[in-house]
């Protein structure tokens, strides 16, 4: 499957954004899920889905803030994020893994996930 990223832009703080993923076909057995690295720091888990069942995990950092869903008939997933702060600053990936099923600290792991999209980059500023 192959995944395209896009949505990133400039927003202010307590602005929102919406991100998309989508892929080349219907990730129907897969989980999907979103991660982000900001400069000089690590990739890490934002948000994932199991498309099949819809299934939803957050990193608590972000929970109650962004939201992760699906779109079957576009066979895309979104990210939508709320009340950004700066230290949302980052480029976001979009990542799939094909099942069985997985754990949150399983994909939380960037090295279980076997296709990644392109970044987009998300900038928090005044």
């Known amino acids: 499957v192959q995944l395209q990223a896009s949505g990133g832009g400039l927003v202010q703080p307590g602005g929102s954004l919406r991100l998309s993923c989508a892929a080349s076909?219907?990730?129907?057995?897969?989980?999907v899920s979103w991660f982000r690295q900001a400069p000089g720091k690590a990739r890490e888990f934002v948000a994932g889905?199991?498309?099949?069942?819809?299934?939803?995990y957050y990193a608590d950092s972000v929970k109650g803030r962004f939201t992760i869903s699906r779109d079957g008939a576009k066979n895309t997933v979104y990210l939508q994020m709320n009340s950004l702060n700066p230290e949302d600053t980052a480029v976001y990936y979009c990542?799939?893994?094909?099942?069985?099923?997985?754990?949150?600290?399983?994909?939380?792991?960037?090295?279980?996930?076997?296709?990644w999209g392109q970044g987009t980059q998300v900038t928090v500023s005044s």
């Open positions: 990542a799939a893994v094909q099942g069985p099923y997985r754990s949150l600290q399983q994909l939380r792991n960037i090295n279980e996930y076997d296709y």
């Open positions: 076909g219907r990730p129907f057995s897969y989980y």
């Open positions: 889905i199991k498309w099949s069942v819809g299934t939803l």
